[in-house]
């Protein structure tokens, strides 16, 4: 089954700083990966995916992921932090239920970023 | 214009009571799905539906239906709300069914007493 966890629960930066968001996943073939954030009481965004194109993959808002195979990760970066950053940051993997890399998705337990000034 | 619209966002009822939570879309999307969060933050896909087929998450209790009285609209009906129903319900739509990228609502704060 496919699945992801999110390695930290919360991570706090320092504004400015370097943002790291861990992601491993679990799939039996080639998943599509996603990343959304959710800012206090909105709705999801979705932030960028990766759906076996180049294995680094830009979103929005100056993020990026890379896509690591021998790893089965799919960390989340910025280079520099912002106080709008502040939010919860879900891992997302589509679960193949409609064949291939397609289907419902299957998300993480969320990280919780927190930005000082 | 908001591309995924839900009402209300908060929703206060007790125990017992039946509810509604109505989900519009106006992104020409053919498919919505419902979400839960709960109280941990976790989401959970309750249902995936379009013009052809009603996906439903075999966790879901059949005191949960999905109505769509069409393309744009996916209405969430709850009967007999129970104090674990308290989680925010977010509405989702996509392009094709499993595509992967989707857009959601604000959510709807359901509080059960």
């Known amino acids: 089954a496919q699945s992801v966890t999110q390695l930290d629960s919360h991570v706090s930066v320092s504004e400015g700083t370097p943002v790291l968001l861990r992601c491993n996943y679990s799939s039996s073939y080639s998943p599509s990966l996603f990343w959304y954030v959710q800012h206090p009481n909105k709705g999801l965004q979705l932030l960028l995916k990766?759906?076996?194109?180049?294995?680094l993959v830009k979103g929005i808002n100056g993020f990026e992921a890379e896509f690591k195979k021998s790893e089965t990760s799919f960390h989340l970066t910025k280079p520099s932090a912002h106080m709008s950053d502040a939010a919860e940051y879900f891992c997302?993997?589509?679960?193949?239920?409609?064949?291939?890399?397609?289907?419902?998705?299957?998300f993480g337990k969320g990280t919780k970023l927190s930005v000082k000034p | 214009d908001t591309a995924v619209s839900q009402t209300p966002k908060y929703l206060v009822t007790q125990m017992g009571n039946d509810k509604s939570i109505k989900c519009e879309q106006n992104l020409g999307h053919d498919t919505m799905y419902w979400y839960k969060q709960d109280s941990k933050k976790f989401l959970k896909i309750m249902f995936s539906?379009?013009?052809?087929?009603?996906?439903i998450n075999e966790t879901v209790p059949n005191r949960f239906s999905p109505k769509s009285p069409d393309k744009a609209h996916l209405n969430l009906h709850i009967n007999s709300l129970e104090l674990g129903d308290s989680a925010v319900y977010f509405c989702?739509?996509?392009?094709?069914?499993?595509?992967?990228?989707?857009?959601f609502g604000p959510g709807t704060r359901l509080t059960v007493t």
């Open positions: 997302v993997v589509s679960d193949g239920s409609y064949g291939g890399s397609q289907g419902n998705l299957i």
């Open positions: 990766y759906t076996s194109a180049a294995t």
């Open positions: 989702a739509s996509s392009r094709g069914q499993g595509l992967g990228e989707q857009y």
């Open positions: 539906y379009n013009n052809k087929e009603l996906i």
